[in-house]
């Protein structure tokens, strides 16, 4: 596709389920990053892909939150056990390489009830 | 640790006056700072950079280290620049490439 997609583009689940959000970054684009949008904030780091490598898991807030990227495309970022606090958009990026500039999707709104 | 500020969450100005967009930065190497901008029902989308020192819809941006900022400017505010614009920075010291954003200003351009 032409840029980045994200699905579910909204969720609403109760609390204590699990939820699953999916990326899929620009072809071939070997880095790919999450970020959360909270009310009222800025959008905060979760995870970075690049290639191969470990990824950067420092901004993961939790261990409920993980994340995976298979083939080197394709992104799921899951949620175990939710919580209120977790309502949030969820912003998926890609870039050709690391240090290139970022591309966004549209973010998935994800709503704990 | 890294931290962008800009201070106001809400800017109305004029159509044909000047804007300026306030960021400040907290970094301890040296910084690669980012405008990004989000239209409304539009994705968030890169405005411009730092290291490229270009113009892009008519504002400009110029680092400033010695008083940590990264304002964005343009001389003549447009009615399509309305929007969301946020602030980052990418610290190259330590090769980390996440980004860290400001909360964002709204700006609306009153006609």
């Known amino acids: 596709g032409a840029g980045v997609s994200q699905s579910p583009s909204n969720k609403v689940t109760e609390k204590g389920k699990d939820v699953e959000l999916r990326c899929d970054p620009i072809?071939?684009?070997?880095?790919l990053y999450w970020y959360r949008q909270s009310l009222g904030q800025g959008l905060e780091f979760l995870i970075y892909?690049?290639?191969?490598?470990?990824?950067?898991k420092s901004g993961l807030p939790s261990d409920r939150f993980s994340a995976e990227r298979t083939g080197g495309s394709v992104s799921t970022l899951t949620i175990q056990r939710t919580q209120q606090e977790d309502s949030a958009v969820y912003l998926c990026?890609?870039?050709?390489?690391?240090?290139?500039?970022?591309?966004f999707g549209d973010g998935t709104r994800l709503s704990i009830l | 640790a890294q931290r962008v500020t800009q201070p106001e969450k809400l800017l109305s100005v004029f159509k044909g006056a000047p804007v300026e967009l306030k960021c400040n930065y907290s970094?301890?190497?040296?910084?690669?700072l980012f405008w990004y901008v989000q239209y409304s029902r539009q994705r968030l989308q890169l405005l411009l950079r730092?290291?490229s020192r270009e113009s892009i819809k008519g504002f400009t941006a110029d680092l400033n280290k010695g008083e940590t900022s990264f304002h964005l400017k343009k001389p003549f505010a447009q009615e399509e620049d309305s929007a969301m614009y946020y602030c980052?920075?990418?610290?190259?010291?330590?090769?980390?490439?996440?980004?860290?954003f400001g909360t964002g200003t709204r700006l609306t351009i009153i006609p």
């Open positions: 970094y301890s190497g040296s910084p690669e």
């Open positions: 072809s071939g684009h070997t880095a």
């Open positions: 892909f690049q290639g191969n490598s470990a990824p950067d």
């Open positions: 730092h290291i």
């Open positions: 980052a920075l990418r610290g190259a010291k330590d090769g980390n490439e996440k980004l860290t």
């Open positions: 990026a890609s870039s050709l390489e690391a240090l290139q500039p970022q591309h």
